[in-house]
């Protein structure tokens, strides 16, 4: 950051995107529909990129937990990363971060797994009991292993789970009651596999978090207008991306309705006119939820309309969007 930066409090957003790991294709790619490319400069230092033809604007390449941090700490004004680590890392996270959107990608459930030779253990009172049960019997308390200290902690308080201790683990967590480092342990499950391979099952009330990626805005982060202008023009790219996929855009020639009329079928459809409800020639253009798209055109032939044509849209850009909205109620 330049003095001037400093004194104009006017230092260019920082887009922070996954540099490795699960998330980083699909973000990558997430942004590209959005016709958002990034061009990495030549020779510099510090891991930082810039979009193709958008000012404003620095790119920031991270692990998704580094990413959390920084969003946390106003070092970076947006970024993707995963809600898992959101949750685990920062304490208060909704005073610090607006989770702008989940993501569609990057799945993956925070659980509580046991042994399945332990078949009278279904809920997390059962575990109570064997807690309880093994605190008398033996003197040592059930050991959790787990890389999600703090939800793990949270979640168990909620549930009146006290005799407990967590044993932190780097990976490989699962194989945790094999080693015999621990009895139980707390992971993220994709596709349960590895919970499989390691004869462990989720308790019946054990998923702790539903997570994926999500992109978020820090609320921390020097808000000024060269940054407050790229995000602008970033989320209305991404809104207008996301617009596009869940319409598509109808049109008809449709002369001898009145525009009541059309404007009813519209509504009851859920569908916009955004251009008017006629044109010269009567042609008519309708964007409507992909679902709609059959029952309109029959209520459109019914009205009397003929050549109804449908297509799928790349962009709907429009002078809001949902996005900017939830960011600018917390800046
Ligand atoms: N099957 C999966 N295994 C691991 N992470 C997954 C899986 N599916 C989705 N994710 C998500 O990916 C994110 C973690 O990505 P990754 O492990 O690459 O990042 P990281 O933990 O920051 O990296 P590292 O630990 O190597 O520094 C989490 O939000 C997690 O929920
Ligand atoms: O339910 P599944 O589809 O089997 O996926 C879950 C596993 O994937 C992740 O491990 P990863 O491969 O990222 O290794 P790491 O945890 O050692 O980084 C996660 O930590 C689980 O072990
Ligand atoms: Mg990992």
Known sequence: MSGTDKMTNDAPLVLAVPSKGRLQENATAFFGRAGLSFVQARGQREYRGQIAGLGGAEVAYLSASEIVAQLSSGSAHLGITGEDLVREQVADADASMVMLAPLGFGHANVVVAVPQAWIDVRTMADLDDVAATMRARTGRKLRVATKYVNLTRRFFA???????????????????????????????????????????????????LASEANLVASVRAPWG????????????????????????????????????????????????????????????????????????????????????????????????NPLIERLLARI
Do not use: M, W
């Open 225 to 320: 207008k060269q940054a407050r202008d790229a995000a602008a023009a970033i989320l209305s790219r991404i809104a207008a991306e996301e617009e596009a996929r869940s319409v598509r855009e109808v049109r008809a020639v449709l002369n001898a309705v009145s525009p009541q009329r059309l404007g009813e079928i519209a509504h009851r459809l859920g569908a916009r006119l955004p251009f008017g409800t006629a044109s010269g020639e009567g042609v008519i253009t309708l964007h409507c939820p992909r679902k709609a798209v059959f029952p309109l055109v029959e209520e459109l032939s019914k009205a009397g309309a003929d050549d109804i044509t449908v297509r799928a849209l790349d962009y709907v850009f429009r002078r809001s």
């Open 158 to 208: 909620n549930h009146g789970l006290a005799d407990y201790r967590i044993v932190e683990s780097l990976g490989a967590t699962e194989g945790a009651p094999a080693a015999g480092t621990a009895e139980i342990v707390v992971d993220i499950t994709t596709t349960g596999a590895t919970l499989t391979a390691n004869a462990l099952k989720v308790l019946d009330d054990g998923v702790i």
